[in-house]
T-cell receptor, first 115, second 115 residues
Framework: NAGVTQTPKFQVLKTGQSMTLQCAQDMNHNSMYWYRQDPGMGLRLIYYSASEGTTDKGEVPNGYNVSRLNKREFSLRLESAAPSQTSVYFC??????????????FGPGTRLTVL | GDSVTQMEGPVTLSEEAFLTINCTYTATGYPSLFWYVQYPGEGLQLLLKATKADDKGSNKGFEATYRKETTSFHLEKGSVQVSDSAVYFCALSGNSGGSNYKLTFGKGTLLTVNP
């Protein structure tokens, strides 16, 4: 049981390049999330997927797109990377969206630098 | 909207010292409250949680009590170890419609424990 896995672990991009961050979970969770972590800012929600087939914007969605490929996988795409997107990106999953008492489980993160 | 305020760090303690990290929140209804820990270079892990007023969450010697009257969820440990050095995040998940899909995080508190 690997939990939440993310690839790649590190990535360096040039301004304007595109890339996709991959996330998968093997816990049969319904809900999945993408966050970014910046110094002094805590974690901010980019997008989330309440269930397979649905996606919604979080607090900071500009410059990103997501795809819920199936119940296990939730990818984050940067179409044209900008230096402001330099950050650590975390994927998370949760049993279901209605159960506020259930915690989210986090992946190890992807450290992205945009030059 | 929902918000979490936690004491700013960094916090530096000697081994076996007493730890308190303050956390207060603003939310409608009865949110669930969480403490997450992030060790260097890793993702977030759930440390403990409480889902209703007066509940006490505990794990690995850490404790926090859900105080609705003071809207607080302070983290405490009686005797810290070097291995407790990490960033600690307080978070809430709302129970009212529209906010129960996400976690709202504080900005994090860096704890360093010296031998």
């Amino acid at each position: 049981n690997a939990g939440v896995t993310q690839t790649p672990k590190f990535q360096v991009l040039k301004t304007g390049q595109s890339m996709t961050l991959q996330c998968a979970q093997d816990m049969n969770h319904n809900s999945m999330y993408w966050y970014r972590q910046d110094p002094g800012m805590g974690l901010r929600l980019i997008y989330y997927s309440a269930s397979e087939g649905t996606t919604d914007k979080g607090e900071v969605p500009n410059g990103y797109n997501v795809s819920r490929l199936n119940k296990r996988e939730f990818s984050l795409r940067l179409e044209s990377a900008a230096p402001s997107q330099t950050s650590v990106y975390f994927c998370a999953s949760r049993v279901g969206i209605g159960e506020a008492y259930n915690e989210q489980f986090f992946g190890p993160g992807t450290r992205l630098t945009v030059l | 909207g929902d918000s979490v305020t936690q004491m700013e760090g960094p916090v530096t303690l000697s081994e076996e010292a007493f730890l308190t990290i303050n956390c207060t929140y603003t939310a409608t209804g009865y949110p669930s409250l969480f403490w997450y820990v992030q060790y260097p270079g890793e993702g977030l892990q759930l440390l403990l949680k409480a889902t209703k007023a007066d509940d006490k969450g505990s794990n690995k010697g850490f404790e926090a009590t859900y105080r609705k009257e003071t809207t607080s969820f302070h983290l405490e440990k009686g005797s810290v170890q070097v291995s407790d050095s990490a960033v600690y995040f307080c978070a809430l998940s709302g129970n009212s419609g529209g906010s129960n899909y996400k976690l709202t995080f504080g900005k994090g508190t860096l704890l360093t424990v010296n031998p």
